[in-house]
């Protein structure tokens, strides 16, 4: 499946992004989705995972709250909608799927090319 993640920009501190992620090439909502951020000198980290059908999802314990992913299988979409966002949310947000039904943090197989987000302070 190929991933093309969009959204990202420059928003103030306390402001809301939405991130999208259009898949194409094979069925989509036969994958888990995630959402994972790698911020300047730091590793990559997991943000946001949901299930085939959205009724799951999971949420990295500092964007619980803030964050919420969602998809639309008709559309071959998932989203990442921040809301409060923090200087420290600044990061290149990446969208990944991963076969099976886990709703995890790790096993991805396919990665998008990820989109910028800065927030300022």
Do not use: H
Not at 18 to 41: I, Y
Not at 87 to 101: K, W
């Amino acid at each position: 499946v190929q991933l093309q993640a969009s959204g990202g920009g420059l928003v103030q501190a306390g402001g809301s992004l939405r991130l999208s992620c259009a898949a194409s090439g094979r069925t989509f909502s036969r994958f888990v989705m995630g959402w994972f951020r790698q911020a300047p000198g730091k590793e990559r980290e997991f943000v946001a995972a949901i299930s085939w059908s959205g009724s799951s999802t999971y949420y990295e314990d500092s964007v619980k709250g803030r964050f919420t992913i969602s998809r639309d299988n008709a559309r071959n979409t998932v989203y990442l909608q921040m809301n409060s966002l923090k200087p420290d949310d600044t990061a290149i947000y990446y969208c990944a799927a991963r076969s099976g039904m886990a709703v995890v943090r790790t096993g991805y197989d396919y990665w998008g090319q990820g989109t910028l987000v800065t927030v300022s302070s």
